[in-house]
C-alpha cells in the first residue's frame, strides 16, 4: 500500500514564524503535490513537483515556499505565518504514468495564532 | 482559467440511488477522478475516467464524456457510511497537475 505521511498532525504557530511542513512517500512516485483545505473552498493546489528539485506553483502560491531535495520527501514552508494561513494541509503523491491518482497523507491542521 | 464545479450539498434516502454530477473547463484534461472523504479525514480514490463512457466498481459507478466536459458519479443502495463529501478532480494535461472542485457533501437519511 502506497504510504503518505506528514510530519504532524495538529500544529499551533505564532504570527511572523517560519514553519516547515514535511511530508514523505514511500512508493517512489514522480510527483508530489501540496494542497490547503478550507470550509467552502475545497482543495486548493498551493505548488506541486514533477521531479527531484523540479516544482511548479498552483493556483495560491503567495506566502509559501517548497523544497524537493529528494524524490520521497516534499517540504511545504510558511516563510512567515500569518493567521489567514491557519487551514488544514495535505500533501498527496502520484505517478505520472499508469494509475495517476493521487495518495493523501493524513493532513496537517496548522493554526496560527 | 482553471474551473471545477459540483453541487455543494445533497441529500439522499438510504437504500436509494444518487448522483453527483461534476462540470470542468480546464487548460488541457488528462483524466478525471472522484474522491471520497469523511470529515476529519484525508480523500480516499474512488475512480478514474479517461475516456468516455462509464466505469463500474460495485456500488459507485463513474461517467465521462469529455466533449462535453462533464462527469457524474452514481452511488447505488445507498448506506449511511456513505455520508461524505465527493471531490471531483481533473488531471491537467501539460504537466502532472491535479486540481479539486470544491466537493458535494453528500447526506444520507434513514
Known amino acids: 500500500d502506497v504510504k503518505v505521511t506528514q510530519s504532524s498532525r495538529y500544529l499551533v504557530k505564532r504570527t511572523g514564524e517560519k514553519v516547515f511542513l514535511e511530508c514523505v512517500q514511500d512508493?517512489?512516485?514522480?510527483?508530489m503535490f501540496w494542497y490547503r483545505q478550507d470550509p467552502g473552498l475545497g482543495l486548493r493546489l498551493i505548488y506541486f513537483?514533477?521531479?527531484?528539485?523540479?516544482?511548479e506553483k498552483g493556483d495560491i502560491p503567495e506566502g509559501y515556499s517548497v523544497s524537493r531535495e529528494k524524490k520521497e520527501r516534499f517540504s511545504l514552508i510558511l516563510e512567515s505565518a500569518s493567521t489567514n494561513q491557519t487551514s488544514m494541509y495535505l500533501c498527496?503523491?502520484?505517478?505520472?504514468?499508469?494509475?495517476?491518482?493521487?495518495?493523501f497523507g493524513q493532513g496537517t491542521r496548522l493554526t496560527v495564532v | 482559467g482553471q474551473n471545477i464545479d459540483q453541487p455543494t450539498e445533497m441529500t439522499a434516502t438510504e437504500g436509494a440511488i444518487v448522483q453527483i454530477n461534476c462540470t470542468y473547463q480546464?487548460?488541457?484534461?488528462?483524466?478525471l477522478f472522484w474522491y471520497q472523504q469523511h470529515a476529519g479525514e484525508a480523500p480516499t480514490f474512488l475512480s478514474y475516467?479517461?475516456?468516455?463512457g462509464l466505469e463500474e466498481k460495485g456500488r459507485f459507478s463513474s461517467f465521462l464524456s469529455r466533449s462535453k466536459g462533464y462527469s457524474y458519479l452514481l452511488l447505488k443502495e445507498l448506506q449511511m457510511k456513505d455520508s461524505a463529501s465527493y471531490l471531483c478532480?481533473?488531471?491537467?494535461?501539460?504537466?502532472?497537475?491535479?486540481?479539486f472542485g470544491s466537493g458535494t457533501r453528500l447526506s444520507i437519511r434513514p
Open positions: 498527496a503523491s502520484s505517478l505520472n504514468l499508469g494509475r495517476t491518482e493521487a495518495f
Open positions: 512508493m517512489d512516485h514522480e510527483n
Open positions: 513537483s514533477y521531479d527531484v528539485k523540479m516544482k
Open positions: 480546464t487548460s488541457g484534461f488528462n483524466g
Open positions: 475516467n479517461v475516456l468516455d
Open positions: 478532480a481533473v488531471r491537467v494535461s501539460s504537466a502532472s497537475k491535479i486540481i
